[in-house]
């Protein structure tokens, strides 16, 4: 009847979790072949060939492929190649302004076999130069904003980089968010925002929780600050020969004293010492080994003279020592060491030299960035991982619809993943489980005594479980007859009595067992 039961019960529970995959699936399905009102949405859910366009530079070996992400049947872009360079272009129809209203930048990656040393970010590329052609897709290829996860050594970021054009110089400064958030350290799909608004605030969401809140503007959110400081070092300036920066000074006036010993050793014999009674001086330290013996194969003419190898004199463990005795060093209290004069303070000491500040001829006011429009997406990166997969790429104007993308394509597969990932944490832990039960019955095996009361009280417990899971939580009643106090009271003594035997019998067998041994070696004379 039990069996019965636990089988049904298992068998139903075998049913819901199917239902529940498949009707995430289908979700998944479904959700990717809705209608996204976007400026710009990439699902993968057909072949991306001929709409994104591979690098022909012969750097780029690696192969994009249009894969399945691991238990879904969710396409997306898939990093196929191990340490490889990859390269991957579209262009959009239309340039994507960033310098009104809001912009969302989000994707989906699944490190499927996770990221030791690569990266698995975005490039939104500006209008290129006149000729440009995306074959020619490249690291060089101007960006506006960089985005997405990156780790290798040290490096463990969601970068977030923009290229904004100084209207003083011409020239384009990378500006880098201080502080990122780190890359989610699985291989769960996860999807990756970047929220632009126009007070000039950036947030960056994973999975749809903000990570950073930054200030476009700000100098203590981005590395360097997008407007630079007003004065700059004079590159002009140099510093005058007889600009002294030192604060401190050998005291010129100072004069070694008569009685210091500049050759004084720093240690010297203790002459108090005295040789320990029962030192042994005839005996080495070393003896051969007398169990050693001469390898069969052993060849005088080729090998040369065999001896044996070398073993502890066990003489030697049972006195103070062996060999020649000599006193021990000890520290000498008229040793100085070299003089050198004391120190005083710089009556020249001018402090630290520093050019002089000039006004910045690069220098700029704004009250909010002049971005150039995204003209394109790229995907630039180099990795030793394979198995990364990009997927559901989106360019909107309103944060509801990237959430809504969120919610109906990255959630259900997020969630379908972490439920498999929990029960192979858990069939894992069962079998660390089995692993720890066989350890608990070896060391039983030694000390029975000890571990019997373990495991009578593991059997009372999964007797209890079993009569809740059969029987509604019943449980039967016991009768557990008092126990005689004279007894309950010798048994510590009886147990801690055996308890001292066993070590004394241990430690009298460590004692007679004999020394260890050292490996054979051979030496060879030449």
Known sequence: MAGTRWRNFTGLLHLLLVLLIGCSASQIRASSEHEVDSIFYEPFSESFEGRWIVSSKDEYQGVWKLSKSEGHDDYGLLVSEKARKYAVVKELDKAVSLKDGTVVLQFEVRLQN????????????????????????????????????????????????????????GEFVEHHLKDPPSVPSDKLSHVYTAILKPDNQVRILIDGEEKKNANLLSAK????????????????????????????????????????????????????????????????????????????????????????????????????????????????????????????????????????????????????????????????????????????????????????????????????????????????????????????????????????GVIVSVVVVLLSMFVKLFFGGKKPVVTVPEPNRATAAETPRDEGSSGEKEDENEKEEEEAAPPPRRRPTTRRET
Not at 151 to 169: A, E, L, M, W, Y
Not at 387 to 415: C, Q
Not at 425 to 432: H, M, W
Request: aromatic share 10%.
């Open 114 to 169: 996770g990221l030791e040393c690569g990266g698995a970010y975005l490039k939104y590329l500006r209008p290129q130069d006149a000729g440009w052609k995306a074959e020619e897709f490249d690291n060089e290829s101007p960006y506006s904003i960089m985005f997405g996860p990156d780790k290798c050594g040290s490096t463990n970021k969601v970068h977030f980089i923009f290229k904004h054009k100084n209207p003083r110089s």
């Open 221 to 452: 959110d981005f590395e360097p600050a997008l407007i630079p400081a007003k004065t700059i070092p004079d590159p002009e300036d140099k510093k005058p020969e007889d600009w002294d920066e030192r604060a401190k000074i050998p005291d010129p006036n100072a004069v070694k004293p008569d009685d210091w010993d500049e050759d004084a050793p720093m240690e010297i014999e203790d002459e108090d010492a005295v040789k320990p009674e029962g030192w042994l001086d005839d005996e080495p330290d070393e003896i051969d080994d007398p169990e050693a013996t001469r390898p069969e194969d052993w060849d005088d003419e080729e090998d040369g003279v065999w001896e044996p190898p070398k073993a502890d004199n066990p003489k030697c463990s049972l006195a103070p020592g062996c060999g020649e005795w000599k006193k021990p060093m000890k520290h000498n209290p008229a040793y100085k060491g070299k003089w050198s004069p004391p120190m005083i303070d710089n009556p020249s000491y001018k402090g630290i030299w520093k050019p002089r500040e000039i006004p910045n001829p690069d220098y700029f006011e704004t009250e909010k960035p002049d971005f150039e429009p995204i003209a394109a997406i790229g995907i630039e990166i180099w990795t030793m991982e394979d198995g990364i997969l990009f997927d559901n790429i989106l360019i909107a104007d309103d944060e509801r619809v990237a959430e809504s993308v969120r919610l109906t394509t990255w959630k259900p597969k997020f969630e379908t993943e972490k439920e498999k990932q929990k029960a192979e944490e858990e069939a894992a832990g069962l079998s660390d489980g089995l692993s720890s039960y066989q350890d608990l019955i070896e060391k039983g095996e030694k000390q029975p005594n000890i571990t019997i």
